[in-house]
């Protein structure tokens, strides 16, 4: 009887991405993970088990064949490899740097039940950045269709409808507010993490495939959706605005100098490149005493943002513990190796300014967490008696964003929930006919991926409502 071979034993550890180090990156806007070489990259991939039934694909939002381009990549097919993931991803070398793959695909990889889950986001960056390096490779696209769709917002929903629906052969333009596209890509997620170019580069593939972007559009001011549909010849319209407003905690003195929303204080260190005052117009205040308040991935890029900018010391206030923090452990990983402080249990009851009507310091109540509330997280409840002061010159609040209210406004009969995000189905369909709408304005504040995956979903019905429109 010939002797069966043994099979080859499979690392449980993870091959470790490389990294600036810590004492050197609080002081850059540098990317922090620098990114697999091509040896750590199949290393990697050789991990992979090749299941048959992969659960992996199905923790996936837009349902990339993850073995298929692991496969691909471990035989050294890179160009097939990214063809593979661009299927059904067209921002692989975003979503491979801030996907929180660890609740996603790679939560469902078999492998985690014994160590290490693949790890998939940095195969996917590995080949998405192989690409950008070597060429891209444009996509076979159908004939035209002769349909034309405008989207709203040049975010990660809207860019996904716009790619797939451009590859079926519809006239696509895309209408930005700002002056540049990517949305929270760029905006929002700083340099450290995820540098502009890279929100750059996928967006110029999506204009190769014939996407007409126009930037300086603000929608329910520049052209109504009612006459982007009955006077400039559209057939249906994707609203992706996104939930950009920044909401205040409504506490006393809130309106101090040196208080800045989350929003405002990313939106100039990225957008208008603050950090690099006085190249750039846009200067920032950073005190010595910085406090951010909130504990996701907003706080978690603004208090790394004030680190890098020149404060002593950073401080995240958070309401809950260490355990409830909803930020991607990855990141606050990095904060704490940076050397971010956290006040857990902690909440400012009010703000107290100096003479000139600057912030100085903050008063805090200590908490206690209760009974859950609806979002299935222990309530935290106010310990009485148990205030004390802080000390901040800055104070970065970043609470939950909601969506901004003009197209609404400007929309009649489309259909608002009690918190401002835009009523649709499944698949995009709104209250309107021909209007559809998908990521962040209709879900609140979420992720890239879930955004891409109601984009994925509502390219499809539109394309379906196109070709049996009369
Ligand atoms: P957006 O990205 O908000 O894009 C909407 C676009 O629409 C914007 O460009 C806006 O200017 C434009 N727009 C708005 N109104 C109009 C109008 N009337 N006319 C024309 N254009 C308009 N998610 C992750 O998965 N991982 C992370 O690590 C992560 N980190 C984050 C860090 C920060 C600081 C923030 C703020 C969010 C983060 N998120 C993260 C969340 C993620 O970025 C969002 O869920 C995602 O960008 C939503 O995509 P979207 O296309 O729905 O909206
Ligand atoms: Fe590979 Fe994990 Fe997916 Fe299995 S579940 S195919 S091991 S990535």
Redesign the pocket.
Known sequence: MAESKPKPKIKKEAVPIPKQLPEVRRSNFNEVALGYTEEQALEEANRCLQCPKPQCVQGCPVGVEIPAFIKLLREGKYAEGIRKIKEKNILPAV?G????QEEQCQMKCVLGKVGDPVSIGRLERFLADWERAHGLEMPEKAPPTGKKVAI?????????VAADLAKLGHEVVI????H???????????EF??PKSIVYAEVEYIKKLGVDLKLG??????FTIPELLKERGFDAVFI?????LPQFLGVPGENLGGIYS??EF?IRVNLMKAYAFPDYDTPIRIGKHVAVIGG???A???ARSALRLGADEVCIVYRRTREELP??EE?IENAEEEGIIFKFLTAPKQFIGDEKGWVKQMECIAMELGPPDESGRRRPVPIKGSEVLMDGDNVII?RR?T??P??QRTTEGVQVTKWGTILADENGKTSLEGVYA??????G????????G??KRAAKAIHEYLMNKK
């Open positions: 979503c740097r801030v996907c929180p709203i917002g040049a975010g990660p929903a809207g860019l996904t209408f930005e507010a700002l540049l596209p990517g949305g929270v890509l760029v905006y929002g997620i700083p993490r995820l559009y603000l929608i329910g001011r520049t992706g605005t996104g939930a950009g989350a929003n990313l996701g991935n907003v978690m890029d603004a930020a991607r990141e970043a964003r969506p901004n003009i197209i998908g990521g962040d304005i209709v879900t504040e979420a992720t890239v991926i879930s955004a891409m109601a984009g």
